[in-house]
Structure formats: structure tokens, C-alpha cells
């Protein structure tokens, strides 16, 4: 099975500053990686996903990951943050054989400070 | 639209009495799920449907029967709920495999007295 970490549960920033969420997975097969982010009582969004190809993918809202075969990473980030960015951002893998199980992380909470 | 729904959003019930927790979508797509959340656990896959009348158990199976009768449907049941099944629980749909975007209902929290 795999797993799926997130190191950092809650990652305070002001407004406009850079932020990086870290995303570590498991195993070494090919897989698919998504990025998802889940705004107060609502379910989750998509907002990005890596498939195959280019390793840097852009998501919406500004958002973009890093694939890192290397160090088996699927690292967050955006340039400037604003308040609406506040949420909960989970990681989640599939093997691409299957692609049946999904996988979360735990989950970091972003909080972006006026 | 795409849509997930999942009725009821909320719940609270008592040990031991069945419930049922629907789930429908609009996008007619092969695969559905059952994710729990808890904090600091994130979501955790409870079953999955590749098809009508395709289950198979995730990872917290134990305690949780699903069915897929229909295409569009995909009901959790919990013959007998426990307290440890108090959670926020989590519906999805997607077309075929795993590159496939996954459609989230919003939820609905459980609680077991």
C-alpha cells in the first residue's frame, strides 16, 4: 500500500508571501498525483494533478507542484498567497496499474495572516 | 453541472441502529467512493465501485457495507454503528481510471452516541 506524508499540519504566512506545502509518497511504481484543497465545511477540489510528462504542473487559483521522481515529491506552492487561500490542502496518490485506491496525506492546514 | 450529492449532511444516531447514507451523482461515471475524514488522519478510503454491482473494500473497510445497483448510486450502510464511526464522511465519483478527476459530495458528519 502506499503512504502518503505531509510534514507540516499547519503553515501560518502573510499575505502576499510565498508559501510551499510538502508532499512525500511512498512508493517507487509510476503513479498519478493529485493536490486538493478542502474550504471550511465544504468537500474537496481539485486543484492540480500530475499524470505524465512536464514535471512542473500548474493548478488553478495560481497554484502549482513539482514532480520529483528522484526524491518521490509532490511539492505546493505559490508565489503570493491571498486571505481566500486559507483551507486545508491534502496530497493524494494512485498507482497507475490500478488507479483504484486512493491515497491522502493527513493534510496541512494554510493559514494566510492579513 | 458535475455534481456529488449526499443526503443526510448531517446525522447523529445511537449505537447500534442501522443507517443509511445515500449518494448520488449526475455525471454518470464508472468509479465511486467512500472516503472517511478524522483529524489528523486525513481522508481514509472506506469502499469502492468500479461498477454496478463492482465493490471492493479500501482501507477501513470493517464496519461499513456499500451496494451499486445503479450506476448513479452508491448508499454506505452501517448495520450497526459504533462511536468509533463518528466522523465526516465523504462520496466521489470519477470516469474510469486513476488520472481521472474525482468529484467530492459535501460531506456529511456523523455522530454516534
Known amino acids: 500500500a502506499q503512504s502518503v506524508t505531509q510534514l507540516d499540519s499547519q503553515v501560518p504566512v502573510f499575505e502576499e508571501a510565498p508559501v510551499e506545502l510538502r508532499c512525500n509518497y511512498s512508493?517507487?511504481?509510476?503513479?498519478?498525483l493529485f493536490w486538493y484543497v478542502q474550504y471550511p465545511n465544504q468537500g474537496l477540489q481539485l486543484l492540480l494533478k500530475?499524470?505524465?510528462?512536464?514535471?512542473l504542473v500548474k493548478g488553478i487559483n495560481g497554484f502549482e507542484a513539482e514532480f520529483n521522481k528522484s526524491q518521490t515529491s509532490f511539492h505546493l506552492r505559490k508565489p503570493s498567497v491571498h486571505i481566500s487561500d486559507t483551507a486545508e490542502y491534502f496530497c493524494a496518490v494512485s498507482d497507475q496499474w490500478t488507479g483504484n485506491q486512493f491515497y491522502f496525506g493527513t493534510g496541512t492546514s494554510l493559514t494566510v495572516i492579513p | 453541472e458535475a455534481q456529488v450529492t449526499q443526503n443526510p449532511r448531517y446525522l447523529i444516531t445511537v449505537t447500534g441502529k442501522k443507517l443509511t447514507v445515500t449518494c448520488s451523482q449526475n455525471m454518470n461515471h464508472e468509479y465511486m467512493s467512500w472516503y472517511r475524514q478524522d483529524p489528523g488522519l486525513g481522508l481514509r478510503q472506506i469502499y469502492y465501485s468500479m461498477n454496478v454491482e463492482v465493490t471492493d473494500k479500501g482501507d477501513v473497510p470493517e464496519g461499513y457495507k456499500v451496494s451499486r445497483k445503479e450506476k448513479r448510486n452508491f448508499p454506505l450502510i452501517l448495520e450497526s454503528p459504533s462511536p468509533n464511526q463518528t466522523s465526516l464522511y465523504f462520496c466521489?465519483?470519477?470516469?474510469?481510471?486513476?488520472?481521472?478527476?474525482?468529484?467530492f459530495g459535501p460531506g456529511t458528519r456523523l455522530t454516534v452516541l
Open positions: 466521489a465519483a470519477r470516469g474510469g481510471q486513476g488520472m481521472d478527476t474525482q468529484y
Open positions: 512508493s517507487s511504481v509510476s503513479v498519478y
Open positions: 500530475y499524470l505524465s510528462g512536464s514535471t
